[in-house]
């Protein structure tokens, strides 16, 4: 079955403008994990929705936010981009959210100029 | 607050044993999971563990110990393709029966000839 896809591979956008990044988890797939990966920081927890629903939130600022639809989808958006959210974005699925296995997708760079 | 140290790199010889150690903080744990990181490709999951001992997959074993709140990643006969990144993630209780995923910032193994 097809893995996690995640949309675009690559964006460049400019200081103050925004972003929305979308995922398609595996199907049947509810739960939705979203991380920031940059350079010597690892993965950082954005956020994880779990049928349609915002179950755990990560030490970012309210510019990013996300959401999950019907039919687990999920899109998460960067509001006020600064320079400093030029990162790796990876989303991971699962079927339920108590799943110890997370598949991930290949991520989104985004570049922030 | 929950917090994974890991050595940043680590460099072997093809054939031999590699151990990439693990401690963490946190509190509801409830497991620790290892992940291997291509340069550009996605996190793809190697193992989890729940209960202290040791896990054996093929050339891959983890282990943990709670009490001690550490944990590590065996590699035995290295391969050059073993060279990536590797994540300690530990698996813990954010309340309300939902759980969260929290990377450490990865360790870069090179695989000498």
């Known amino acids: 079955k097809a893995g996690v896809t995640q949309t675009p591979r690559y964006l460049i956008k400019t200081r103050g403008q925004q972003v929305t990044l979308s995922c398609s988890p595996i199907s049947g797939h509810r739960s939705v994990s979203w991380y920031q990966q940059t350079p010597g920081q690892g993965l950082q927890f954005l956020f994880e929705?779990?049928?349609?629903?915002?179950?755990n939130k990560g030490n970012f600022p309210g510019r990013f936010s996300g959401r999950q639809f019907s039919n687990s989808r999920s899109e998460m958006n960067v509001s006020t981009l600064e320079l400093g959210d030029s990162a790796l974005y990876l989303c991971a699925s699962s079927f339920g959210a108590a799943d110890t296995e997370a598949f991930f997708g290949q991520g989104t760079r985004l570049t922030v100029v | 607050g929950q917090s994974l140290e890991q050595p940043s790199e680590v460099t072997a010889v093809e054939g031999a044993i590699v151990q990439i150690n693990c401690t963490y903080q946190t509190s509801g744990f409830y497991g620790l999971s290892w992940y291997q990181q291509h340069d550009g490709g996605a996190p793809t999951f190697l193992s989890y563990n729940a209960l202290d001992g040791l896990e054996e997959t093929g050339r891959f074993s983890s282990f943990l110990s709670r009490s001690d709140s550490y944990g590590y990643l065996l590699l035995q006969e290295l391969q050059m393709k073993d060279s990536a990144s590797y994540f300690c993630?530990?698996?813990?209780?954010?309340?309300?029966?939902?759980?969260?995923?929290?990377f450490g910032k990865g360790t870069k193994l090179s695989v000498i000839p």
């Open positions: 929705y779990f049928s349609e629903t915002q179950r």
């Open positions: 993630a530990v698996r813990s209780d954010s309340g309300a029966g939902s759980y969260q995923l929290t």
